[in-house]
């Protein structure tokens, strides 16, 4: 992939590059906001980029707790 100045357009070839890059990174389990930072990007636009490649997008805040069922004795 062509160097990217941060701001620049990206299209075409290189759009769909960095959509699976992102797309592989995101489902290993790196966040939307750290994608942004590594790769010089708004959340915005990572957020946009990995909706575009499909990505199935996490709910926000993290884990969450359940509550444990009681056992019926």
């Given at each position: 992939m062509t160097t990217l100045r941060k701001g620049a357009r990206i299209t075409g070839a290189d759009r769909v590059k960095l959509a699976n890059d992102l797309k592989k990174q995101y489902d290993r389990g790196r966040s939307i906001?750290?994608?942004?930072?590594?790769?010089?990007?708004?959340?915005?636009?990572?957020?946009?980029?990995?909706?575009?490649s499909g990505a199935t997008l996490r709910s926000r805040g993290g884990s969450t707790r359940t509550k444990k069922k009681k056992k019926v004795r």
């Open positions: 906001r750290e994608l942004a930072d590594s790769h010089g990007r708004s959340y915005g636009f990572v957020h946009r980029v990995l909706e575009e």
